[in-house]
Protein backbone atom coordinates (compact mmCIF):
# COMPACT_ATOMS: atom_id res chain seq x y z
CA UNK A 1 0.00 0.00 0.00
CA UNK A 2 2.65 2.54 0.61
CA UNK A 3 3.12 2.91 -3.23
CA UNK A 4 -0.61 4.24 -3.63
CA UNK A 5 -1.66 7.79 -2.45
CA UNK A 6 -4.05 8.31 0.72
CA UNK A 7 -6.37 9.25 -1.55
CA UNK A 8 -6.44 5.64 -3.29
CA UNK A 9 -6.48 3.89 0.46
CA UNK A 10 -9.97 5.59 1.15
CA UNK A 11 -12.15 2.10 2.48
CA UNK A 12 -15.01 2.02 4.85
CA UNK A 13 -16.67 -0.49 8.02
CA UNK A 14 -20.57 -1.34 6.93
CA UNK A 15 -22.69 -3.19 9.09
CA UNK A 16 -26.70 -3.47 8.87
CA UNK A 17 -28.39 -4.89 11.81
CA UNK A 18 -31.88 -6.33 10.98
CA UNK A 19 -34.14 -6.57 14.60
CA UNK A 20 -37.32 -8.64 14.19
CA UNK A 21 -40.20 -8.81 16.76
CA UNK A 22 -40.98 -12.32 15.37
CA UNK A 23 -40.30 -14.19 12.27
CA UNK A 24 -43.21 -12.88 10.54
CA UNK A 25 -42.74 -9.47 11.54
CA UNK A 26 -43.98 -7.28 8.73
CA UNK A 27 -41.92 -4.13 9.68
CA UNK A 28 -38.81 -5.06 10.94
CA UNK A 29 -36.21 -2.64 12.01
CA UNK A 30 -33.36 -1.92 9.90
CA UNK A 31 -30.12 0.17 10.86
CA UNK A 32 -27.41 0.94 8.98
CA UNK A 33 -24.30 2.24 9.71
CA UNK A 34 -20.80 3.68 7.94
CA UNK A 35 -17.31 4.36 9.19
CA UNK A 36 -15.05 5.53 6.71
CA UNK A 37 -11.08 5.74 7.17
CA UNK A 38 -7.92 5.28 5.04
CA UNK A 39 -5.91 1.69 4.63
CA UNK A 40 -2.80 2.69 6.97
CA UNK A 41 1.20 1.53 5.52
CA UNK A 42 1.63 -0.43 8.64
CA UNK A 43 -0.01 -1.60 11.82
CA UNK A 44 -0.27 -0.06 14.76
CA UNK A 45 -2.10 -0.29 18.09
CA UNK A 46 -3.08 -3.80 20.12
CA UNK A 47 -6.77 -3.06 20.26
CA UNK A 48 -9.63 -4.65 18.13
CA UNK A 49 -9.65 -7.24 15.86
CA UNK A 50 -9.57 -7.91 12.19
CA UNK A 51 -8.48 -5.25 10.29
CA UNK A 52 -8.14 -2.38 13.24
CA UNK A 53 -4.41 -2.60 13.17
CA UNK A 54 -4.50 -1.04 9.80
CA UNK A 55 -7.58 0.94 9.77
CA UNK A 56 -6.89 4.54 10.31
CA UNK A 57 -9.72 6.97 11.81
CA UNK A 58 -9.25 10.46 9.85
CA UNK A 59 -10.42 12.74 12.50
CA UNK A 60 -8.17 11.28 15.39
CA UNK A 61 -5.52 9.96 12.65
CA UNK A 62 -4.75 6.72 14.70
CA UNK A 63 -5.65 3.28 14.44
CA UNK A 64 -8.79 1.86 15.31
CA UNK A 65 -6.54 -0.83 17.34
CA UNK A 66 -5.21 2.04 18.81
CA UNK A 67 -8.35 3.71 20.16
CA UNK A 68 -10.19 3.01 23.42
CA UNK A 69 -13.37 0.78 23.25
CA UNK A 70 -15.19 3.67 24.17
CA UNK A 71 -13.51 6.17 21.56
CA UNK A 72 -13.84 3.32 18.76
CA UNK A 73 -17.38 3.39 19.52
CA UNK A 74 -18.05 6.77 19.21
CA UNK A 75 -16.58 7.17 15.98
CA UNK A 76 -17.46 3.67 14.37
CA UNK A 77 -20.03 2.17 12.18
CA UNK A 78 -21.82 0.40 15.08
CA UNK A 79 -21.70 3.45 17.34
CA UNK A 80 -23.18 6.28 15.28
CA UNK A 81 -26.41 7.33 14.49
CA UNK A 82 -29.88 5.24 14.56
CA UNK A 83 -27.58 2.33 13.68
CA UNK A 84 -25.59 2.89 17.01
CA UNK A 85 -28.55 2.98 19.11
CA UNK A 86 -30.65 0.42 18.03
CA UNK A 87 -27.14 -1.62 18.34
CA UNK A 88 -26.44 -0.55 22.10
CA UNK A 89 -30.26 -1.22 23.20
CA UNK A 90 -30.28 -4.20 22.31
CA UNK A 91 -26.55 -5.04 23.30
CA UNK A 92 -27.52 -3.66 27.06
CA UNK A 93 -30.76 -6.16 26.91
CA UNK A 94 -28.16 -9.08 26.80
Same mark, same amino acid.
Given at each position: ???? =????????????????????????? *??????? @?? *? $???????? @?????? *?? *????????????? =?????????? @?? $??????????????
Amino acid at each position: MQDF =PAEDRKCYFVCVLVFMRFSSDPAPL *IAEGCWE @GL *I $GNKSAGQN @GFGYDP *IF *IEPQSGKTAAQLS =PKTKMSYSHR @GK $GPFGNLYKSLALKQ
